[in-house]
């Protein structure tokens, strides 16, 4: 196998394992999980299984077309055009059901960003360069109202296409520092990666909340899941009692933090990557070489 081919493929099975690490992760509030399907009456854990794994290939076709490219509005626009057949792959799968729109722009930019340099594996500087590729304008974008676009404009919020414009903040700034500092308190993995959904919920403005439920609705969430880490986090009985609190109003409202979900799987995404990689050059992450 080349080494392009070796990249496309080891990229396309972290972004799958990332999106199935965020489903499988439980309880989570809204969220589909191994528990319940949250606020959704279209989704199910074992779809989104599917959805997940249908997705493989179009990581690995971004992965290709990205290979060791200097980001441009070339490579943009063709990334574009596959994220927009794996919109209609997983809309084939799914029988029309949304199940990871927004993981599929997310990721693929991220996936785009680390084989355009297959050397790069911290995740702040893939995060850096996924938003470099995502500023490109993409001249073949339809035009479309979608749930994002009208609660853009009514709240004046960035949404999906603003966090990867901005670098991902939510990822670079809240969840993967989250996670990490998680780790070092010695929090198991399961509870450390609930606390960075939480920790990433306070503080995004999530357009499928918005979409749902208003500003209302997103301030509420803001609250609730602060409150669970002012408790303690979900690790405490405190915190694991204001998470189920949280579920209760997410499902009273019927709202998903789809967005945060997301940006967890982008965050579980890097962080393999970054021990993909580090362990491939035996270099030293932390205070643990790999
Ligand atoms: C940018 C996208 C997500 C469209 O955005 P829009 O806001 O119009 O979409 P929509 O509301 O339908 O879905 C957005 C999804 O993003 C996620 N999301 C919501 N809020 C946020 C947020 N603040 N940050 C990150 N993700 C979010 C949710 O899962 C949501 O379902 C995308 O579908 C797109 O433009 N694709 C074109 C193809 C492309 O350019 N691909 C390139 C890389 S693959
Ligand atoms: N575990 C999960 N459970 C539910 N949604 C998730 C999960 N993980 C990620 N998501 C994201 O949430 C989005 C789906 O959210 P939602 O169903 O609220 O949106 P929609 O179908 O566009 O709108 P609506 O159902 O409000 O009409 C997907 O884009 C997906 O990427």
Partial sequence: MDQKTVVAETLAELAVQALLDEVN???????????????????????????AESLRPVFAEIAEASYERVPSQELREEIAAIGRNGELVMLGITGGVN???GAIWSLGLLVSAAASDAELF??????????????????????????GSKVKAAYQVPGAKGEAQLNFPHLCKVGLPFLQNAREKGISETNARLDTLLAIMSELDDTCILHRGGMKALQAVKKGASDVLDNGGTSKTAGRLALFGLDETMMELFISPGGSADLLAAVLFLDALQKERSLKGGVAVGNVTF
């Fill in 99 to 101: 199940t990871h729109k």
């Fill in 25 to 51: 992760l439980t309880p989570k509030p809204g969220l589909v999980d191994q528990e319940n399907n949250g606020a959704h009456y279209d989704l199910t854990l074992k779809l989104m299984h599917r959805s």
């Fill in 122 to 147: 911290d995740p702040v500087q893939v995060a850096e360069r996924a938003g470099r590729i995502a500023r490109f304008p993409d001249r073949y974008c339809p035009v479309a109202s979608t749930n």
